[in-house]
Structure formats: structure tokens, C-alpha cells
């Protein structure tokens, strides 16, 4: 087996990582300008959380060069193999389309008892998964923001699973990673745009998982981060509504008491 880095497997493993702060700057820009679609005082990511984003921006990178380095594996350790992001599979709209979706699925589903699970152990949560919620008040780059044994689990291992399963080519599984980092950083963005087209096809958006940081919300909506299928099965759905703020913007109100 030969281990050498070509430019598809650069391209697949850089793709994401522009993608991100590419698509973060956007909506940081953005955040400046649409205070009447902030679900928070822009003034409150600085005041409420408790990370610096110095220390958010160091951590990203970090998790980001892990990602870089664990991809590229992934593409030597399968590269040629008849499944498993193999590169001389069909590209075929209808392939690649089930392959987003198998994809999609695995991830869902991979990630909601993982997060779940992190929030009800509480050494995890206090050694491990806390780091994220650091954030109260979440913003577009802080989106993968974790400490590096969670990105190790969350990001790394399951991506690399669902890119995998569904058998993924270096190229497909680029724009996966990166259509995953565009709707984590939409999550993570505060901002209720009208026109935001993942607010359009998915019920799982920045309000739904915005609720699941609050102080109050860390144990309703773990789905992440496409679907809220699970949350719904299991009974950690939180249902919400949207009140406009006189200040300008939105506020969150839970539709269910909250359990202690």
C-alpha cells in the first residue's frame, strides 16, 4: 500500500477548513448588520461567555489541523478499496445523493447519544464536553469550539464513520465536510435570517440548538446537526417560539416546563 498525499486528498481535507471560516466571516459580517434577526445582544458574546475568542480561534485551529491529519489517513488507509471513500467509485448524481444521506443519517445518529450521553455523565461533561458550552452565547467560528479528546469523538471519529459507511470519494466527502461545517456554523451563528435557506429544510436550526446552550436547555436538544428525529423519538425535544425584542431582534421562549 502506497501512503502518499495526492492533490485530490489536499483538496478534500483543505476544502472544509476554507469553507469554514470563509462561511463564519460571512455571518460574523452579517452579525453587524442584522440586529433585527440577532436571538442575542451582540455585546453578550463577551460578556456572557466564558472562553475569550482568542482562545476560541486557538482552539479551532487546533481541531482543525487534527481533522486535516486524520482525514488524510483516512484517504491512504482506504484509498483503492471497493468501499469506504474510495476514489474510482460512480459520481453519479443519484450515488452521490444517497451517499449524502446514508451520511447525513449515520452522523445524526452518532452524534445525538454521543452528545446525549456527555451531558449525563458528569465527569464527561464537567472534564470534557463543558469546554464547548463555554459559549452561552454562541457565534459563527466558535461552531467546533471543544476540547480535543471531544473533537476527537465527535468530529473526527464520527465524520470519518459516516464518511465510510456511506462510501464516500475524497472529492464527495470534501463537500460533505464541508456542507457539515456550513450547517455547524449556521447552528452556532445566533442570527434568525428569513432567506437562510437550512432554516427552509431543516427543523434542527440556530433557535433549536441556541435553546440546547442556554444555561437552562442542556438537556433538551442534543440532535445535531441536521435532524431533530431523535430528540422527538426519545423525548429530549424542546419546543420553542420566537419573540421579537423591542431592542431589536429575537428572544427564546420555551413551550414545555423544564426538568430539574
Request: hydrophobic share 40%.
Amino acid at each position: 500500500m502506497a501512503f502518499e498525499i495526492t492533490n485530490e486528498m489536499l483538496v478534500g481535507s483543505l476544502m472544509p477548513v476554507i469553507v469554514y471560516w470563509v462561511y463564519g466571516g460571512l455571518h460574523t459580517i452579517l452579525g453587524y448588520s442584522c440586529n433585527n434577526y440577532r436571538l442575542h445582544p451582540k455585546e453578550d458574546e463577551d460578556e456572557k461567555n466564558f472562553a475569550s475568542k482568542k482562545t476560541v480561534i486557538k482552539g479551532v485551529l487546533g481541531q482543525q489541523f487534527r481533522q486535516f491529519i486524520a482525514t488524510n489517513l483516512l484517504y491512504m488507509i482506504t484509498r483503492g478499496n471497493d468501499t469506504g471513500a474510495s476514489s474510482g467509485q460512480s459520481t453519479s448524481f443519484f450515488v452521490i445523493a444517497r451517499q449524502f444521506i446514508v451520511a447525513m443519517f449515520v452522523f445524526d445518529t452518532y452524534q445525538y447519544f454521543l452528545h446525549r450521553y456527555l451531558h449525563q455523565n458528569k465527569f464527561l461533561y464537567k472534564h470534557l464536553h463543558s469546554k464547548h458550552h463555554r459559549l452561552v452565547v454562541s457565534y459563527p467560528f466558535g461552531a467546533i469550539y471543544s476540547h480535543p479528546i471531544e473533537g476527537l469523538l465527535f468530529d473526527i471519529i464520527g465524520g470519518t464513520m459516516a464518511i465510510y459507511i456511506s462510501g464516500m470519494s475524497p472529492l464527495t466527502s470534501a463537500f460533505f465536510s464541508s456542507f457539515c461545517n456550513m450547517k455547524s456554523v449556521d447552528d452556532h451563528c445566533g442570527l434568525m435570517l428569513p432567506w437562510n435557506p437550512f432554516h427552509i429544510f431543516f427543523t434542527n436550526n440556530t433557535a433549536y440548538h441556541d435553546l440546547h446552550h442556554q444555561l437552562y436547555g442542556g438537556k433538551y436538544n442534543f440532535s445535531q446537526p441536521f435532524f431533530s428525529i431523535w430528540d422527538k423519538i426519545l423525548g429530549t425535544y424542546m419546543p420553542y417560539s420566537l419573540e421579537k425584542r423591542e431592542e431589536g431582534g429575537f428572544k427564546l421562549r420555551p413551550l414545555k416546563e423544564f426538568k430539574n
